[in-house]
């Protein structure tokens, strides 16, 4: 009965420990969570409207004015930029990201992956990880890049898909990341990044008349570059919420679930002891019993 009893403590030792760590997770990840928060949350409208600016301009156009970037060719060769997060601990937020990469590649460029005709870039140690052991072709030197999330070192990743586009080593570039709702909820979405896609108009709506200056080939070329800047900066920053989000959801949980094998513990505890009492008391009596008899 000791040896249970003793048991029994230890566990209850080694959950009470476990609910110190996941709580101070919590709270980090609430902090870090804030920061990340507000970045998107500045960066999305400003974002969104160069989107929408940019698709109507290419929409009103006619021919290729974006350096090749707007050029619909038939897809033989695919790349999709992942976005995920170097660290565990956020639930299923890796993995919910990894399965949405999958489930394009099986209903979209099945014939393609099997032709080894599409690859990964990798942002975010996990899906480096994942597609890594897939053996899937990979773009390598770009996995790391939350050691010093910035502007520049994301430009740096859009100037190089930009430019393999424009070679033509790839005919369709999708973004796959985490959009950031809130704390509790993100939505995993995969976007078509490059060619840039035309804003789809209903024939109702009337057709924006832009007036350009200077001429409309030099402010696309110059504008078009910025904006896939921005873009893929966006997905970055959407991931970079939902994963403190996420994590900060995932140890909320594994607090509560701590502290209810706690009290659970703690009632096994309490009846083995009980129990042992009740014995001990039993042999006593039993033994005083038999000395008076």
């Not at 409208?45 to 707007?70: C, F, H, T």
């Not at 909820?185 to 995969?190: A, D, L």
């Not at 919420?241 to 009632?267: C, F, P, Q, V, W």
Request: one cysteine or more; hydrophobic letters at 40%.
């Amino acid at each position: 009965m000791s040896g249970q009893l003793k048991e029994v403590r230890l566990r209850i030792k080694s959950v009470g420990t476990t609910q110190q760590i996941t709580k101070a997770m919590k709270m980090v990840s609430a902090a870090k969570l804030r920061r990340a928060q507000d970045a998107i949350l500045q960066m999305r409208p400003y974002a969104e409207k160069l989107q929408e600016m940019l698709g109507n301009i290419i929409g009103s156009v006619d021919g290729n004015l974006g350096g090749g970037l707007n050029a619909e060719r038939p897809v033989e060769k695919v790349l999709i930029i992942l976005v995920t997060s170097d660290r565990g601990l956020c639930g299923a937020f890796n993995s919910n990201l990894v399965k949405l990469v999958k489930s394009t590649i099986q209903h979209k460029y099945k014939d393609l992956a099997a032709k080894g005709q599409v690859t990964i870039l990798p942002i975010g140690k996990k899906g480096f990880e994942a597609f890594g052991r897939a053996n899937m072709p990979m773009i390598e030197q770009f996995w790391n890049l939350f050691s010093d999330l910035n502007f520049d070192k994301v430009k740096d990743v859009a100037e190089y898909v930009r430019q393999a586009f424009i070679n033509k080593e790839f005919d369709r570039v999708d973004l796959v990341y985490s959009r950031f709702r809130n704390a509790a909820t993100q939505e995993f979405v995969c976007e078509q990044h490059l060619p840039i896609p035309k804003t789809k108009t209903n024939s109702s709506e009337s057709v924006t008349d832009f007036i350009f200056e200077p001429s409309k080939e030099v402010l696309i070329q110059e504008l078009m570059p910025k904006i896939l800047n921005t873009q893929i900066f966006k997905g970055v920053l959407d991931s970079h919420a939902s994963e403190h989000g996420a994590r900060m959801t995932a140890m909320d949980k594994a607090t509560e679930n701590a502290e209810e094998m706690l009290r659970s513990l703690r009632i096994s505890y309490n009846r083995a002891r009980q129990a042992a009492i009740t014995t001990e008391l039993t042999e006593i009596v039993s033994g005083a019993a038999a000395l008076q008899g």
